[in-house]
């Protein structure tokens, strides 16, 4: 029973621990819906103006592929960037604090007497 209760406590500490972590990264903005392609439309030999219109909305759905990709690439950089940042910052807290626990243990080192022999 003294196990079974151990268990239990360690469960509810493991997950307080987990629900009080911050995510890692903030939700991604939602990915705009695909644009519809442009209906086909049979070619006159005398409207050729009417035709290239839609290749232009073609090309502009295409165009707007090349600008979402070129935004989610910079969003990737930026995202990696802060990665970067905050691993960095906590590295340096890390370090100034192992600093100080050893400057804290000089310290005490020198505070002790010096007993004398004889």
């Known amino acids: 029973m003294n196990k079974v209760l ?20 903030t939700a991604a903005k939602p990915v705009a819906p695909a644009v519809a392609a442009a209906p086909a439309v049979a070619a006159k030999p ?16 295409a ?10 690439k910079k969003m990737k950089a930026e995202k990696a960037a802060a990665a970067k940042a905050a691993r960095a910052e906590k590295a340096a807290a890390a370090k100034a604090t ?4 050893m400057a804290a243990k000089k310290a005490k080192a ?7 022999k004889g």
Do not use: C, W
């Open 6 to 25: 151990a268990t239990l406590i360690a469960g509810f500490f493991s997950v307080g621990a987990f629900a009080q972590t911050t995510p890692a990264a």
């Open 46 to 61: 005398a409207g050729a103006a009417v035709a290239a219109a839609p290749v232009a909305a073609v090309k502009n759905a």
């Open 63 to 72: 165009d707007t592929k090349s600008e979402k990709t070129a935004e989610a």
């Open 98 to 101: 192992r600093a100080e626990k």
């Open 110 to 116: 020198t505070d002790k007497p010096v007993a004398k």
